[in-house]
T-cell receptor, first 111, second 112 residues
Framework: AQTVTQSQPEMSVQEAETVTLSCTYDTSESDYYLFWYKQPPSRQMILVIRQEAYKQQNATENRFSVNFQKAAKSFSLKISDSQLGDAAMYFCACSGYALNFGKGTSLLVTP | DAGVIQSPRHEVTEMGQEVTLRCKPISGHDYLFWYRQTMMRGLELLIY????????DSGMPEDRFSAKMPNASFSTLKIQPSEPRDSAVYFC??????????FGEGSRLTVL
């Protein structure tokens, strides 16, 4: 069974600073996908970034980038130039039989 | 293009009552998923459909839960009878490739 672990229940960052959220996963699949989703107080789950495991290049989306370490089964999310609107729960997810989610990291952004 | 549409956004009901949650997926998406989110258990997959056919319902907690997808543009999740421990946020999501999920805004269910 696939498992996704987010070891940081809460993180805090100052506006304009950079923060990295950690995620490790376990899968027996040779080909899989990894995702970061954001859940703001409005509750809707929003896709932040997607990484295909067969791609060596780390995915980037504007201020969001990942550090994908396939051998270590690590998939961290880096948020640069943090903004107040980045405050949310962030969920890491790994594809398997279905998409499996971690427990989430609550990100607080302070002015 | 409209996203995944769920209704109701909030539902408060009494134990023993029937609850029906509704979902309209994004047009063209062949996969539809129902997830439940609680503080204790996080996001749990309940069931998913491919081309309107239920593929895996092993996450459905009990026989009190049932889900249908009569056509490509509509799905329901029904709980009968409801219990307080069913209180949660229920998400519907659709996908074109099975993996990248597009979520609705969720239905918050409170069973008293």
């Amino acid at each position: 069974a696939q498992t996704v672990t987010q070891s940081q229940p809460e993180m805090s960052v100052q506006e304009a600073e950079t923060v990295t959220l950690s995620c490790t996963y376990d899968t027996s699949e040779s080909d899989y996908y990894l995702f970061w989703y954001k859940q703001p107080p409005s509750r809707q789950m929003i896709l932040v970034i997607r990484q295909e495991a067969y791609k060596q290049q780390n995915a980037t989306e504007n201020r969001f980038s990942v550090n994908f370490q396939k051998a270590a089964k690590s998939f961290s999310l880096k948020i640069s130039d943090s903004q107040l609107g980045d405050a949310a729960m962030y969920f890491c997810a790994c594809s398997g039989y279905a998409l499996n989610f971690g427990k989430g990291t609550s990100l607080l952004v302070t002015p | 293009d409209a996203g995944v549409i769920q209704s109701p956004r909030h539902e408060v009901t009494e134990m023993g009552q029937e609850v029906t949650l509704r979902c309209k997926p994004i047009s063209g998406h062949d996969y539809l998923f129902w997830y439940r989110q609680t503080m204790m258990r996080g996001l749990e997959l309940l069931i998913y459909f491919n081309n309107n056919v239920p593929i895996d319902d092993s996450g459905m907690p009990e026989d009190r839960f049932s889900a249908k997808m009569p056509n490509a543009s509509f799905s329901t999740l029904k709980i009968q009878p409801s219990e307080p421990r069913d209180s949660a946020v229920y998400f519907c999501a659709s996908s074109f490739d099975r993996w990248e999920l597009f979520f609705g805004e969720g239905s918050r269910l409170t069973v008293l």
